[in-house]
Nanobody, 119 residues
């Protein structure tokens, strides 16, 4: 089984920055992609960003494009989500998920880390 754990959430003022980290461990049998998702109170969980196992392909939600950067050094190191120019609308629980590079479904999820942006 694969375990995924996030860290780095917190409280920040609007315009500030935070960096989230995601690490996968356990019985990892193949290369894996990492995705970040978030859920605001009363709203559905939404996609934020993802990065391929090699780090060569990254995708972003339109709402964070140009402000957030997802990165990884190689297939075995943690994945970082650098969040800049944060807005109150970015507030929510942020979840990291992993999927094997041959899979379409995000099967392994972390417990989430809270990000709160004050105005």
């Amino acid at each position: 089984q694969v375990q995924v754990a996030e860290s780095g959430g917190g409280l920040v003022q609007a315009g500030g920055s935070l960096r989230l980290s995601c690490a996968a461990s356990g019985r990892i049998s193949s290369n894996y992609d990492i995705g970040w998702f978030r859920q605001a109170p009363g709203k559905e969980r939404e996609f934020v960003a993802s990065i391929s196992w090699s780090g060569s392909n990254a995708l972003y939600a339109e709402s964070v494009e140009g402000r957030f950067v997802i990165a990884r050094d190689n297939a075995k190191t943690p994945v970082y989500l650098q969040m800049n120019s944060l807005e109150p609308e970015d507030t929510g629980a942020y979840y990291c998920a992993a999927r094997y590079d041959y899979d379409n479904e995000w099967r392994y999820w972390g417990q989430g880390t809270q990000v709160t942006v004050s105005s």
